[in-house]
């Protein structure tokens, strides 16, 4: 590891402010470049300036976590008002509860079952000729049958994918998707809640320090690496290497803004699993601040597509072709020294908010180890395979 120098971090999103903070807190020169014209990266939110509404600009984030020191970590920037997530769906001509729970099961077979019972027939109208499933369909066949699959799974799962759920892996359905009792908070995590001003000024918080230099409209390149000790890479890893094997492969979302004079849907989230809807949900913002109040409304309806060179690169796709270019993006990016790869983009991982605060968190701990031992950082902590 080179002498101790000024640290340069690529993304103001939620991986290099913290980072950022810790290695300033330990006393480093810390300077930060964003590409956009500003900080907070994917979990940006800004304040709609007719309605007052609280506008979740790239799609809808909510914070949930088990992890306690994430919980405290984030509570010490910001307050944070109590938020569940209830998300509904438009199947047919019906609303439903969603996850798929008691409550669903009924509405959606006119039953009056109770969770045992509900039980029993759901296991009745799983596909058991399935023994070893290998595709999403199999998969949810085989745990919640026909019907259920073609009203909540197969529809918005081919929209959000853009392929069919017979080429996606099982593996994206880990579990039973089905809950047998009334619970419809769509998080099962122990903490949960929403920054009472926003993710950008929670976020604005953590890169306030006297250290932190932030510089937006920047957009990193390669050769500058070297006018730092180290630097800590949250932008895209096919990127950084110039895209050498071919462009990783992601999703990207379009949002259709409208606004509503009162209450548009009555809640945050409404999903909408038919095929014939070319949307995949419509979001409805002023319902994830539930503690405010505002006679307009702001909403978008979101559609997922294939990620072109000039899009904002949101979900990684992680199929086979995929896996195999980022094998090579990876054996390729083992090589350089003085340069760790972290967050979303730079691991090719879809990283929840808490998951995303923890790895920064082991990731500048990590660093000041290292650099007490005069040792060397990893390019990855987390490995991106
Ligand atoms: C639609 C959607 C909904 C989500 N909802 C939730 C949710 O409800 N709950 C939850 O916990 N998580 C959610 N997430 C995940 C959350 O967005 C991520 O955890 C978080 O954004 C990761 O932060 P990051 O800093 O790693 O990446 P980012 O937020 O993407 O920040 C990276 C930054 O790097 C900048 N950058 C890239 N390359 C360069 C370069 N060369 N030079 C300068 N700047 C560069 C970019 O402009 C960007 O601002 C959601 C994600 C998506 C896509």
Redesign the pocket.
Same mark, same amino acid.
């Given at each position: 590891m080179r002498a101790s120098g000024r640290i340069g971090i %690529? !993304? @103001?999103? /939620? $991986? !290099? @402010?913290v980072i950022g903070r810790e290695l300033a807190e330990a006393g480093h020169q810390v300077e930060i +470049?964003? @590409? *956009?014209n500003h900080i @907070?990266?994917?979990?940006h939110t800004e304040r709609d300036e007719e309605t007052g509404v609280m506008i979740h600009v #790239? !799609?809808?984030?909510?914070?949930?976590t088990d992890d306690r020191e994430v919980w405290d970590y984030v509570n010490s920037f910001q307050a944070f008002m109590p938020y569940k997530n209830r998300v509904k769906a438009t199947s047919g001509d019906q609303v439903y509860s969603l996850p798929v729970n008691l409550h669903t099961i009924n509405q959606f077979f006119g039953k009056t079952f109770r969770p045992d019972e509900a039980r029993t027939f759901i296991e009745a109208q799983a596909d058991t000729s399935i023994e070893d499933p290998k595709t999403f369909e199999e998969q949810a066949l085989r745990f919640v049958g026909k019907d259920l699959y073609e009203a909540f799974f197969q529809g918005y799962t081919q929209k959000q994918w853009g392929c069919s759920p017979t080429e996606l892996p099982a593996s994206i359905l880990k579990r039973l998707p089905v809950r047998f009792n009334y619970d419809d908070n769509y998080f099962a995590h122990k903490y949960q809640g929403m920054p009472e001003n926003g993710y950008t000024d929670m976020i604005g918080r953590i890169l306030d320090h006297p250290n932190i230099n932030v510089s937006l409209k920047? *957009? +990193?390149?390669r050769a500058q690496k070297d006018d730092f000790a180290h630097v800590f890479y $949250?932008? $895209?890893l096919d990127? =950084?290497l110039d895209h050498e094997f071919g462009p990783l492969g992601y999703r990207t /979302?379009d949002f259709e803004r409208f606004e509503y004079d009162g209450d548009y849907q009555g809640c945050a989230v409404m999903n909408y699993g038919d095929v014939s809807v070319p949307y995949t949900r419509i979001t409805e913002h002023k319902h994830f601040s539930p503690w405010e109040e505002h006679k307009g409304s702001v909403c978008y309806r979101e559609f997922s597509r294939e990620c072109g060179p000039e899009d904002i690169p =949101? #979900?990684p796709i992680r199929l086979v072709k995929d896996k195999e270019q980022l094998a090579q993006y990876v054996e390729r990016a083992s090589r350089e020294t003085a340069i760790t790869f %972290?967050? *979303?983009? !730079?691991t090719y991982r =879809?990283?929840?908010?808490?998951?995303?605060i923890r790895e920064a968190l082991d990731t500048a701990r990590l660093y000041l180890a290292r650099e007490a031992e005069n040792a060397s950082m990893p390019v990855f902590l987390h490995s991106p395979i």
């Open positions: %690529v !993304g @103001a999103g /939620l $991986s !290099g @402010a +470049f964003d @590409a *956009r @907070a990266g994917n979990c #790239y !799609g809808p984030h909510i914070f949930h920047t *957009r +990193f390149v $949250s932008g $895209s990127g =950084y /979302l =949101y #979900y %972290v967050g *979303r983009l !730079g =879809y990283l929840d908010m808490d998951v995303t």
